[in-house]
């Protein structure tokens, strides 16, 4: 007996190359903004386990004053600006793209009832208006608030 299908037959072996190129960590939105946040001096940690949450991370994570950073691609989770419905397996990936939001709603109500503050930003916002507002996310949560802070 064959093994079941993980997902839907690729549309075409161009679509399917594509999808395999998709990077889940590494975005080029993700190293801009943790350049920034480097430059301010900001230390953090890279794909941080969920506490309590099995096979869920937090993209860019300062567990001290616990602010948990997502970058969401627009496709992945589902901007409202700029998210697509593929056209081939349409019943599939509208699935598929509807969970994808209700876990990160899940994962975003899961850390904030455990302390944490959580920032979610898309990849198309600006790298240095997000990496603003994390570093006053993080000043705020160490109760730093300071003129020379940051």
Not at 37 to 52: D, E, H, I, N, T
Not at 114 to 127: A, I, K, N, Q
Request: hydrophobic fraction near 40%.
């Amino acid at each position: 007996m064959a093994p079941a299908a993980t997902g839907p037959v690729p549309s075409s072996p161009a679509v399917s190359s594509r999808m395999s190129r998709q990077g889940r960590q590494d975005t080029a939105q993700e190293v801009a903004v943790r350049k920034l946040l480097y430059a301010k001096g900001l230390r953090y940690r890279l794909q941080r386990k969920v506490p309590g949450m099995a096979r869920r991370t937090i993209d860019i994570a300062f567990p001290g004053p616990r602010v948990a950073v997502f970058l969401d691609g627009c496709f992945w989770h589902g901007c409202p600006t700029h998210a697509t419905s593929p056209r081939a397996n349409a019943d599939w990936w509208r699935a598929k793209l509807e969970k994808n939001v209700a876990r990160d709603n899940e994962t975003t109500a899961h850390l904030r009832a455990s302390g944490w503050t959580v920032l979610r930003f898309w990849e198309h916002e600006p790298p240095e208006a997000c990496a603003e507002a994390i570093a006053d996310a993080v000043e705020t949560a160490r109760g730093d608030t300071s003129p020379e802070a940051g």
